[in-house]
């Protein structure tokens, strides 16, 4: 069964204090990885992809790295305005059709 | 260029009775993909639509149903409504299959 896996749950960092989140899965035909962050009350904002080991991406604090096993969002430097909960979910293949198949997330809080 | 809309925002229904909440992509997307968000289970896949073709269902019961019309709006039914669908319904749309997804705000249903 497909599964996506986020740690920690919650993580609580100063302002400047730099940290990682981690996703690990365990899926057949992996196509993709995304992470995308989420507010409360509004939906999810994409972040980035990431399709092939040892691929990373920037943007801004954030940096996105991808392995065989499992994804790391690196922050730098973060601010309150970091605040919300991250959320990774891969892309696999379901005879011919997509699925994303989400983690539970990480509810990150920046405090000033 | 307009994001994902979906109405109503919130709805509060009784047990047993139906819902349709509908979903506008971003114009030229064609792909729409569903979403059930709980504090529980989190964000599980419900369907995607591509082309008014259903391309692929989760694991929920039959009373949750969908459609994609020609201009690639799509509705999402759920019928009998039990007071474990009470959830954030999200809404994604993307370019293609294998495209990143970008959400919508979500309707919020309440069942009674």
């Known amino acids: 069964e497909d599964q996506v896996t986020q740690s920690p749950e919650a993580l609580r960092l100063q302002e400047g204090e730099s940290s990682s989140l981690n996703c690990s899965y365990t899926?057949?035909?992996?196509?993709?990885l995304f992470w995308y962050r989420q507010d409360p009350g509004k939906g999810p904002e994409f972040l980035f992809t990431?399709?092939?080991a040892g691929e990373e991406k920037e943007k801004e604090r954030l940096k996105a790295t991808l392995t065989k096993k499992e994804s790391f969002l690196h922050i730098t430097a973060p601010k309150p305005e970091d605040s919300a909960t991250y959320l990774c979910a891969v892309q696999v293949n379901l005879q011919g059709a997509q699925k994303l198949v989400f983690g539970q997330g990480t509810r990150l809080t920046i405090n000033p | 260029k307009a994001g994902v809309t979906q109405t109503p925002r919130y709805l509060i229904k009784t047990r047993g009775q139906q819902v349709t909440l509908s979903c506008s992509p971003i114009?030229?997307?064609?792909?729409v993909s569903w979403y059930q968000q709980t504090p529980g289970q989190g964000l599980q896949f419900l369907f995607e639509y591509f082309s008014e073709t259903q391309r692929n269902k989760g694991n929920f019961p039959g009373r949750f149903s969908g459609r994609q019309f020609s201009n690639s709006r799509s509705e999402m039914n759920v019928s009998t409504l039990e007071l474990g669908d009470s959830a954030l319904y999200l809404c994604?749309?993307?370019?293609?299959?294998?495209?990143?997804?970008?959400f919508g705000p979500g309707t919020r249903l309440t069942v009674t």
């Open positions: 114009s030229g997307h064609r792909s």
């Open positions: 899926v057949s035909g992996l196509r993709g």
């Open positions: 994604a749309s993307s370019l293609g299959t294998w495209r990143q997804q970008y």
């Open positions: 990431l399709y092939s």
